[in-house]
Each structure stands twice: as structure tokens, then as C-alpha cells.
């Protein structure tokens, strides 16, 4: 089922995801609605926190068409370099906002996968990028946070006008 994506500034959204306990056929049905959510969107990354499920759980397809589902479970990364790249982010839950965010250009990834194997992997360009975007919102962090005080309230403003022209 499609799920509903939570919006900035949505306070929900602020949340620090707990682990997940039990890689089960329950989670398995979330992390399926969660893919249909996303290719639905569209985007290439979702985590549970967007859609009001507030466990360490990411989902993302980087590919063009939908062939590479990719599943994270309680992900851990760690910077390999300290050099950063630049990035032009969007975020399913700041639609229409896109900003540059500086982030560690490699990084090495450990997480669980949907049968609950635990895997490791390097990653850079923009599974790097996208890994940690997704791992912020599990962390209750957005990309908006990393622009300026003047800019993130100009986005929030624009937002909270289209929630309330809503029904
Ligand atoms: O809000 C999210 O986590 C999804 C977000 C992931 C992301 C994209 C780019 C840089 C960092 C993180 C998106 O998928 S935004 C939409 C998007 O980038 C896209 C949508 C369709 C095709 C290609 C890209
Ligand atoms: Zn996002």
C-alpha cells in the first residue's frame, strides 16, 4: 500500500529512530509498502521516519528503472576520506526544494539486509550521497538543516502556506 510521506516542518520528522528488533515478515510488508511509496513518488531513496514508522529501516533504487532495490537495516556508516563532495539534494519530505549539501565523498556501510544478513559495503558518488541523506532522517536531520537559518525559513514559510491552502 502507498503510505503517506511526512512534510517539513512536521515535528515527526525530528524523531531518532529506534533499532529494529526482529527482521520478520512484518517488517518485510512495511519495507514493500515502502518501496511502492517510493517508486510512487518518485524518488530514490525513502526512509521508515517519512512515512511515520520510526525505526532504523531505508529503502532505496538508484537505478533508472526500478532494478535495483537496495534494503538497509540498522545501517552504520563510516567516513573513509575527508574529502567532501557537493550534491544538488531533494527530499520527498521538502518537496520542490532542491539545495547543495557538502558530504563525505566515501563511506563504508554495514547494515542488515531484508533477511536480516548482515552486509558491508563501500560506497561513493551517489549511493554515498543517498546513504546518508536517508541515514539523517533516521536520525531525525533533514537537508534543509544544513543550509542557512535565512534559506530554511524561506522553505518552511513556502510549505506551511501550501498545508494550509490544503482541505
Ligand atoms: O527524501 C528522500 O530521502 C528521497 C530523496 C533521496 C535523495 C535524492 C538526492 C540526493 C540525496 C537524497 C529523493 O529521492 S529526492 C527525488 C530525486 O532525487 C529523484 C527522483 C526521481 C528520479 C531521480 C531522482
Ligand atoms: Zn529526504
Not at 520478520?24 to 511502492?36: A, G, N, Q, Y
Not at 513556502?158 to 494550509?164: A, G, Q, V
Amino acid at each position: 500500500a502507498k503510505l503517506e510521506i511526512l512534510e517539513f516542518p512536521d515535528p515527526r520528522l525530528r524523531t531518532v529512530a529506534k533499532p529494529v528488533e526482529k527482521v520478520d515478515d512484518e517488517l518485510r510488508k512495511l519495507i514493500d509498502d515502502m518501496f511502492e511509496t517510493m517508486y510512487d513518488a518518485p524518488g530514490i531513496g525513502l526512509a521508515a521516519s517519512q512515512v511515520n514508522v520510526h525505526i532504523r529501516l531505508i529503502v532505496m533504487d538508484l537505478s533508472e528503472d526500478k532494478s535495483e532495490p537496495r534494503v538497509f537495516i540498522n545501517p552504520e556508516i563510516t567516513p573513509l576520506t575527508d574529502d567532501t563532495a557537493p550534491y544538488e539534494e531533494g527530499c520527498l519530505s521538502v518537496p520542490g526544494f532542491y539545495e547543495k549539501v557538502e558530504r563525505p565523498a566515501r563511506v563504508r556501510i554495514k547494515a542488515l539486509d531484508r533477511d536480516g544478513n548482515t552486509f558491508e559495503e563501500e560506497a561513493d558518488e551517489l549511493l554515498a550521497t543517498c546513504i546518508q541523506h536517508e541515514i539523517d532522517h533516521l536520525d531525525g536531520k533533514l537537508f534543509v538543516d544544513y543550509v542557512s537559518r535565512l534559506k530554511r525559513d524561506r522553505i518552511r514559510k513556502k510549505l506551511e502556506k501550501i498545508h494550509r491552502q490544503r482541505a
